[in-house]
């Protein structure tokens, strides 16, 4: 979830990172663009995209890391609040306790600097 003073429209992208470090190489990692309603998912090497696709329309998107089913995925939008909602499923080598890191921006170029948000444990296959 992520929430904007002057509400949600005023958010230009907001981005996650899922490992065990605030590092794109080898994470769970996308940005969300809500005027688009797209999300890209982060390469492996953390220096571009994997690819991008439309929340709610079927496909998948993977790395390394995870996939992110784009027809399971949801976002919500109220008020000052964006949800974004994603599918995702860990590989199995990406294992042990991860932190969930959440960023937002907006269309004035402030950000919140990155938060950490809760952490999630893959479990050993």
């Known amino acids: 979830a992520y929430s904007d003073a002057n509400g949600y429209g005023d958010l230009a992208q907001v981005q996650m990172v899922i490992n065990s470090s605030l590092?794109?190489?080898?994470?769970c990692?996308?940005?969300y663009f809500p005027a688009t309603n797209t999300i890209q998912l982060i390469q492996d090497s953390g220096s571009g995209s994997a690819g991008s696709g439309v929340v709610g329309a079927a496909g998948a998107l993977q790395n390394n890391q995870c996939s992110l089913d784009m027809g399971?995925?949801?976002v919500?939008?109220?008020?000052?609040?964006?949800?974004?909602?994603?599918?995702?499923?860990?590989k199995p080598s990406f294992q042990g306790t991860k932190a969930i890191y959440m960023l937002?921006?907006?269309?004035?170029?402030?950000?919140?600097?990155?938060?950490?948000s809760g952490t999630w444990t893959v479990?050993?296959?």
């Open 76 to 90: 919500t939008k109220s008020g000052n609040d964006l949800i974004v909602n994603l599918a995702i499923t860990f």
């Open 123 to 125: 479990p050993v296959p």
């Open 29 to 31: 990692s996308a940005y």
């Open 23 to 27: 590092t794109y190489a080898n994470s």
């Open 104 to 116: 937002a921006k907006d269309k004035e170029s402030l950000n919140s600097g990155w938060q950490i």
């Open 72 to 74: 399971a995925s949801t």
